[in-house]
């Protein structure tokens, strides 16, 4: 079993930075450091979208509209994944899920709020 916690979130203004933080708990026997982990969000009335992704092998994907602002990180000792977020807008409010890929393991998710 594995249980993601996520957190960093929170109140920010235009322009604002976040770091989230995505903490997994594994069950003995699972290498986590073997999956590729990624951030997803999904905001008010939308469809949850994949923000990035991070490979075992330390490969990063974004989606275009974010590359530059977000930067995905993992850190496979402590068993954590972060999101640095830069120069947020009022667009990126959203509630921020961490993944396994590949597997049906989510976390609870963190709100990110960008308001003036």
């Known amino acids: 079993q594995v249980q993601l916690v996520e957190s960093g979130g929170g109140l920010v203004q235009p322009g604002g930075s976040l770091r989230l933080s995505c903490a997994a708990r594994v069950a003995f026997g699972i290498n986590l450091s073997m999956y590729t982990m990624a951030w997803y969000r999904q905001a008010p009335g939308k469809q949850r979208e994949l923000v990035a992704s991070?490979?075992?092998?330390?490969?990063?994907n974004y989606i275009d509209s974010l590359k530059g602002r977000f930067t995905i990180s993992r850190d496979s000792a402590k068993k954590t994944v972060y999101l640095q977020m830069n120069s947020l807008n009022l667009e990126d409010t959203a509630v921020y899920y961490c993944?396994?890929?590949?597997?049906?393991?989510w976390g609870q998710g963190t709100q990110v709020t960008v308001s003036v």
């Open positions: 993944k396994v890929e590949r597997t049906g393991y």
């Open positions: 991070i490979t075992s092998g330390g490969t990063k």
